[in-house]
Protein backbone atom coordinates (compact mmCIF):
# COMPACT_ATOMS: atom_id res chain seq x y z
CA UNK A 1 0.00 0.00 0.00
CA UNK A 2 1.26 3.64 -0.79
CA UNK A 3 -0.41 6.43 0.53
CA UNK A 4 -0.40 9.90 -1.12
CA UNK A 5 0.69 12.54 1.71
CA UNK A 6 -0.61 15.83 -0.08
CA UNK A 7 0.50 18.92 1.54
CA UNK A 8 1.59 18.60 5.12
CA UNK A 9 2.36 22.11 7.33
CA UNK A 10 3.81 23.03 3.57
CA UNK A 11 2.50 26.68 2.35
CA UNK A 12 2.80 28.43 -0.69
CA UNK A 13 6.17 29.42 0.33
CA UNK A 14 7.01 25.64 -0.75
CA UNK A 15 6.14 26.13 -4.17
CA UNK A 16 3.05 26.63 -6.35
CA UNK A 17 2.41 22.24 -6.74
CA UNK A 18 1.62 22.49 -3.08
CA UNK A 19 -2.31 22.11 -2.86
CA UNK A 20 -3.99 23.89 -0.37
CA UNK A 21 -7.26 24.64 -0.91
CA UNK A 22 -10.32 22.30 -1.17
CA UNK A 23 -10.46 22.46 -5.07
CA UNK A 24 -6.48 22.11 -5.36
CA UNK A 25 -6.54 19.41 -2.53
CA UNK A 26 -9.24 17.37 -4.81
CA UNK A 27 -7.29 17.71 -7.68
CA UNK A 28 -4.44 16.56 -6.54
CA UNK A 29 -5.77 13.62 -5.08
CA UNK A 30 -7.37 12.48 -7.86
CA UNK A 31 -4.01 12.64 -10.00
CA UNK A 32 -2.38 10.86 -7.17
CA UNK A 33 -4.75 7.87 -7.20
CA UNK A 34 -4.56 7.81 -11.27
CA UNK A 35 -0.78 7.30 -10.60
CA UNK A 36 -1.31 4.54 -8.15
CA UNK A 37 -1.92 5.75 -4.53
CA UNK A 38 -4.40 3.49 -2.56
CA UNK A 39 -5.32 6.28 -0.09
CA UNK A 40 -5.01 10.04 0.55
CA UNK A 41 -3.55 12.15 3.86
CA UNK A 42 -4.29 15.58 3.86
CA UNK A 43 -4.24 18.73 5.76
CA UNK A 44 -7.28 20.87 5.75
CA UNK A 45 -6.26 24.63 5.48
CA UNK A 46 -7.88 27.61 6.43
CA UNK A 47 -7.72 30.13 3.12
CA UNK A 48 -4.92 32.04 4.54
CA UNK A 49 -3.07 28.44 4.35
CA UNK A 50 -2.81 27.65 7.90
CA UNK A 51 -3.11 23.83 9.53
CA UNK A 52 -7.34 23.56 11.02
CA UNK A 53 -9.00 21.34 12.79
CA UNK A 54 -11.70 23.59 12.57
CA UNK A 55 -14.77 21.32 11.18
CA UNK A 56 -15.75 23.64 8.42
CA UNK A 57 -12.23 23.56 7.34
CA UNK A 58 -12.26 19.51 7.44
CA UNK A 59 -15.64 19.42 5.74
CA UNK A 60 -14.80 21.05 2.95
CA UNK A 61 -11.63 19.44 1.98
CA UNK A 62 -13.30 16.34 3.02
CA UNK A 63 -16.29 16.66 0.77
CA UNK A 64 -14.03 18.11 -2.16
CA UNK A 65 -11.80 14.78 -2.10
CA UNK A 66 -14.11 12.70 -1.81
CA UNK A 67 -16.44 14.39 -4.97
CA UNK A 68 -13.34 13.02 -6.79
CA UNK A 69 -11.78 10.07 -5.51
CA UNK A 70 -13.09 6.48 -4.11
CA UNK A 71 -10.36 5.71 -1.62
CA UNK A 72 -9.99 6.29 1.80
CA UNK A 73 -9.18 9.59 2.93
CA UNK A 74 -7.53 10.59 6.21
CA UNK A 75 -6.40 13.93 7.80
CA UNK A 76 -4.06 14.92 11.10
CA UNK A 77 -4.86 15.95 14.68
CA UNK A 78 -1.18 17.42 15.08
CA UNK A 79 -0.89 19.48 18.41
CA UNK A 80 0.58 22.80 16.02
CA UNK A 81 -2.73 22.78 14.35
CA UNK A 82 -4.41 23.27 17.67
CA UNK A 83 -2.12 23.14 20.83
CA UNK A 84 -3.73 23.10 23.68
CA UNK A 85 -5.16 19.74 24.17
CA UNK A 86 -8.46 19.85 25.53
CA UNK A 87 -9.46 22.61 22.55
CA UNK A 88 -8.19 20.31 20.21
CA UNK A 89 -10.11 17.39 21.18
CA UNK A 90 -13.46 19.73 20.83
CA UNK A 91 -12.38 20.26 17.46
CA UNK A 92 -12.40 16.58 17.08
CA UNK A 93 -15.67 15.96 18.90
CA UNK A 94 -17.40 18.73 16.95
CA UNK A 95 -16.26 17.37 13.56
CA UNK A 96 -19.55 16.99 11.35
CA UNK A 97 -18.02 15.28 8.15
CA UNK A 98 -15.90 12.03 9.28
CA UNK A 99 -12.80 11.22 7.82
CA UNK A 100 -11.66 7.53 7.32
CA UNK A 101 -8.74 7.62 9.34
CA UNK A 102 -7.13 10.19 11.05
CA UNK A 103 -3.09 10.18 12.63
CA UNK A 104 -2.39 10.92 16.59
CA UNK A 105 1.24 11.36 17.13
CA UNK A 106 1.74 9.63 20.15
CA UNK A 107 4.38 11.95 21.88
CA UNK A 108 1.94 15.35 21.90
CA UNK A 109 -0.29 15.71 24.99
CA UNK A 110 -3.35 14.72 24.74
CA UNK A 111 -2.58 12.12 22.16
CA UNK A 112 -4.63 8.79 23.89
CA UNK A 113 -7.49 11.18 24.76
CA UNK A 114 -7.54 12.59 20.95
CA UNK A 115 -7.43 8.78 19.84
CA UNK A 116 -10.12 7.76 22.32
CA UNK A 117 -12.64 10.08 20.98
CA UNK A 118 -11.62 9.13 17.26
CA UNK A 119 -12.04 5.54 17.90
CA UNK A 120 -16.17 6.15 19.51
CA UNK A 121 -16.81 8.02 16.48
CA UNK A 122 -15.47 5.06 14.00
CA UNK A 123 -12.81 7.08 12.84
CA UNK A 124 -9.80 4.79 12.26
CA UNK A 125 -6.55 6.18 13.91
CA UNK A 126 -3.44 5.88 12.79
CA UNK A 127 -0.89 5.98 16.15
CA UNK A 128 2.00 8.30 14.49
CA UNK A 129 5.49 7.26 16.84
CA UNK A 130 8.10 9.56 15.34
CA UNK A 131 11.83 8.66 15.74
CA UNK A 132 13.30 10.70 18.29
CA UNK A 133 10.46 11.31 20.66
CA UNK A 134 9.33 8.89 23.68
CA UNK A 135 6.33 8.14 21.87
CA UNK A 136 6.88 3.90 21.00
CA UNK A 137 7.11 3.69 24.65
CA UNK A 138 3.83 5.34 25.46
CA UNK A 139 2.54 3.56 22.65
CA UNK A 140 3.75 -0.15 23.82
CA UNK A 141 1.92 0.88 27.02
CA UNK A 142 -1.27 2.34 25.80
CA UNK A 143 -4.51 0.40 25.99
CA UNK A 144 -5.57 1.47 23.36
CA UNK A 145 -3.04 -0.08 20.81
CA UNK A 146 -4.60 -3.11 19.99
CA UNK A 147 -7.62 -1.20 18.48
CA UNK A 148 -5.63 1.59 15.96
CA UNK A 149 -5.80 1.38 12.26
CA UNK A 150 -1.93 0.90 11.81
CA UNK A 151 0.81 2.56 13.35
CA UNK A 152 2.33 5.19 11.16
CA UNK A 153 6.29 4.95 11.68
CA UNK A 154 7.88 8.56 11.04
CA UNK A 155 11.44 8.70 10.76
CA UNK A 156 12.03 12.46 11.26
CA UNK A 157 15.80 12.16 10.13
CA UNK A 158 16.36 13.93 7.38
CA UNK A 159 19.80 12.58 6.29
CA UNK A 160 20.02 10.48 3.32
CA UNK A 161 22.99 8.76 4.84
CA UNK A 162 21.56 7.87 8.30
CA UNK A 163 18.03 7.59 7.92
CA UNK A 164 17.69 3.97 7.07
CA UNK A 165 19.54 2.65 10.57
CA UNK A 166 17.21 5.74 12.35
CA UNK A 167 14.18 3.50 10.55
CA UNK A 168 15.88 0.28 11.79
CA UNK A 169 16.47 1.83 15.50
CA UNK A 170 12.98 3.24 15.29
CA UNK A 171 11.13 -0.65 14.22
CA UNK A 172 13.25 -2.17 16.97
CA UNK A 173 11.52 0.29 19.69
CA UNK A 174 8.37 -0.59 18.14
CA UNK A 175 8.64 -3.94 18.64
CA UNK A 176 5.85 -6.21 18.10
CA UNK A 177 3.49 -2.48 17.80
CA UNK A 178 0.37 -4.49 19.34
CA UNK A 179 0.25 -6.91 15.92
CA UNK A 180 -0.71 -3.78 14.00
CA UNK A 181 0.30 -3.16 10.60
CA UNK A 182 3.13 -0.68 10.29
CA UNK A 183 3.51 2.27 7.52
CA UNK A 184 7.20 3.26 7.50
CA UNK A 185 8.19 6.60 6.02
CA UNK A 186 10.65 9.38 6.11
CA UNK A 187 10.79 12.79 5.23
CA UNK A 188 12.87 15.18 3.18
CA UNK A 189 16.79 13.53 2.13
CA UNK A 190 15.73 10.44 4.36
CA UNK A 191 11.79 9.87 1.92
CA UNK A 192 13.38 8.02 -0.68
CA UNK A 193 15.91 5.79 1.38
CA UNK A 194 12.87 4.86 3.83
CA UNK A 195 10.26 4.24 1.58
CA UNK A 196 13.04 1.44 -0.48
CA UNK A 197 13.29 0.13 3.25
CA UNK A 198 9.75 0.15 3.66
CA UNK A 199 9.63 -1.96 0.76
CA UNK A 200 12.68 -4.37 0.97
CA UNK A 201 10.15 -5.37 4.54
CA UNK A 202 6.91 -5.49 2.83
CA UNK A 203 5.78 -2.46 4.77
CA UNK A 204 3.08 -0.12 3.72
CA UNK A 205 4.84 3.61 2.53
CA UNK A 206 3.96 6.53 2.02
CA UNK A 207 5.17 9.33 -0.63
CA UNK A 208 4.00 12.99 -1.44
CA UNK A 209 4.83 16.63 -0.93
CA UNK A 210 4.09 16.47 2.80
CA UNK A 211 7.35 14.28 2.91
CA UNK A 212 9.43 15.70 -0.18
CA UNK A 213 9.78 18.21 -2.73
CA UNK A 214 12.53 16.45 -4.55
CA UNK A 215 12.19 13.18 -7.05
CA UNK A 216 15.00 10.66 -5.97
CA UNK A 217 17.43 12.51 -8.36
CA UNK A 218 16.97 15.65 -6.95
CA UNK A 219 14.90 17.40 -9.53
CA UNK A 220 12.24 19.39 -7.88
CA UNK A 221 8.79 17.31 -8.00
CA UNK A 222 6.24 19.20 -10.04
CA UNK A 223 3.42 17.32 -8.64
CA UNK A 224 2.31 14.54 -5.86
CA UNK A 225 1.24 12.09 -9.01
CA UNK A 226 4.71 12.56 -10.17
CA UNK A 227 5.91 11.49 -6.48
CA UNK A 228 3.54 9.17 -6.35
CA UNK A 229 4.54 7.28 -9.79
CA UNK A 230 8.31 7.40 -9.09
CA UNK A 231 7.62 6.14 -5.58
CA UNK A 232 5.62 3.15 -7.18
CA UNK A 233 8.84 2.27 -9.42
CA UNK A 234 11.16 2.23 -6.38
CA UNK A 235 8.84 0.68 -3.97
CA UNK A 236 8.36 -1.78 -6.34
CA UNK A 237 11.87 -2.83 -7.76
CA UNK A 238 13.41 -3.23 -4.10
CA UNK A 239 10.50 -5.66 -3.69
CA UNK A 240 11.30 -7.88 -6.64
CA UNK A 241 15.25 -7.78 -5.74
CA UNK A 242 16.12 -10.98 -4.52
Not at 176 to 191: D, I, K, S
Not at 210 to 233: I, K, M, Q, Y
Request: charged fraction near 20%; proline fraction near 8%.
Amino acid sequence: MVQVCLNGTRSAADGVGVPLSPAELARSAAEAVAAGATEVHVHPKTPCGHDSLSPRVLAAALEAIRARVAVPVGVTTGAWAEPEPAARLGRVRAWSVLPDFASVNWHEPGAEEVAAQLLAMGVGVEAGIWSGTDAAGRFAASPLGPRVLRVLAEVTDPDPGTAEATAHALLARLGPAHGRPVLLHGEEGGAWPVLRLAGRLGLATRIGLEDTLFLPDGEPAASNARLVAEGLVQYGSVRRSP
